[in-house]
């Protein structure tokens, strides 16, 4: 599977990429950041990233839900 399920700006030139990709057979979880290629618009990936895989995804959901909690009890969000 190739599909990317969520883009978001990270700065005027570059974007956050979320998705689902196959590399060598295993599929995987991507969150990569894009960028501008000089003289055009086209956006192309960038080594700055992490891709892991799939069976991963309970583990980064619950420390994205720590990272949260953390942030409100912060008062940073």
């Known amino acids: 599977m190739d599909k ?3 883009v ?4 005027k030139f570059q974007e956050i990429r979320v998705g689902i990709r ?12 894009w960028t501008m290629t000089q ?3 086209d956006m192309v ?3 700055k990233g ?3 895989n799939i069976s991963l995804l309970n583990d980064l959901k619950n420390s994205i839900a720590e990272v949260e909690k953390i942030l409100k009890e912060s008062r940073m969000i």
């Open 8 to 11: 978001f700006k990270k700065n």
């Open 39 to 41: 003289g055009s618009e």
């Open 4 to 6: 990317t399920v969520a």
């Open 50 to 52: 992490v891709s892991m």
């Open 22 to 33: 196959e590399f060598k057979g295993n599929d995987l979880i991507d969150i990569r950041t």
């Open 45 to 47: 990936p960038t080594a």
